[in-house]
Nanobody
Framework: QVQLVESGGGSVQTGGSLRLSCASS????????MGWFRQAPGKEREGIAAISPDGRTAYAASVKGRFTISRDNNKNTLSLQMSSLNPEDTAMYYC?????????????????????WGQGTQVTVSS
């Protein structure tokens, strides 16, 4: 049974930082692309960061330079370090996994057709 469990969300003030984590099980984690997506109220879900099995990364323009995605293939965990948070970052954040393919990681980030999804963790940034 595949499980993706996010943690680390919470409420912070503008300029603050948070670190999200995603614990994965039930699939061959080291072979999968992993990604972070978010969905704000009334908006579509968007990809914000992705990482390939061999560690190549891609970021949405809105978070590049502020967020860092990383993975630990020994612990089957995915992380997202978020800094310089602002109210526009308020959303439900989701971890996702997608099977290996020939697509560049940047193109992976642009799609929502990932194989597995977590339940999400809420991030709220107040001004």
């Amino acid at each position: 049974q595949v499980q993706l469990v996010e943690s680390g969300g919470g409420s912070v003030q503008t300029g603050g930082s948070l670190r999200l984590s995603c614990a994965s099980s039930g699939f061959t984690y080291s072979r999968y692309y992993m990604g972070w997506f978010r969905q704000a109220p009334g908006k579509e879900r968007e990809g914000i960061a992705a990482i390939s099995p061999d560690g190549r990364t891609a970021y949405a323009a809105s978070v590049k330079g502020r967020f860092t995605i990383s993975r630990d293939n020994n612990k089957n965990t995915l992380s997202l370090q978020m800094s310089s948070l602002n109210p526009e970052d308020t959303a439900m954040y989701y971890c996702a996994a997608d099977r290996p393919s020939a697509l560049p990681v940047q193109l992976k980030l642009a799609t929502l057709t990932w194989d597995y999804w977590g339940q999400g963790t809420q991030v709220t940034v107040s001004s």
